[in-house]
C-alpha cells in the first residue's frame, strides 16, 4: 500500500488511511470503502459517518 499512515478503528473494523493529508477507510483486504478525499472523517454509527471536504462537514453511508 502506498499511504502516509494507516490505523485501525475498532469502532468500525475498518482502517483509516492518510495519503498526502487526506483521509479515508479501506477494509481489511485493503479495498477502499470510503475514498481518500476527505479533510477528516468522524465514525457516527452502523455505516454512517460525518466527513469533512472543502471546509464543509456533511452525513455520509448508510450504503456503504
Keep these: 500500500f ?10 468500525d473494523d475498518l482502517y483509516l488511511v492518510e495519503k498526502d493529508g487526506k483521509y479515508g477507510k479501506m477494509d481489511y483486504k485493503g479495498d477502499i470503502i470510503i475514498p481518500i478525499q476527505y479533510e477528516a472523517i468522524k465514525h457516527i454509527s452502523g455505516k454512517m459517518y460525518e466527513v469533512k471536504e472543502n471546509g464543509v462537514k456533511k452525513e455520509i453511508g448508510g450504503d456503504l
Excluded: K, L
Excluded at 2 to 11: G, V
Design 2 to 11: 502506498d499511504y502516509d499512515s494507516i490505523e485501525y478503528t475498532n469502532e
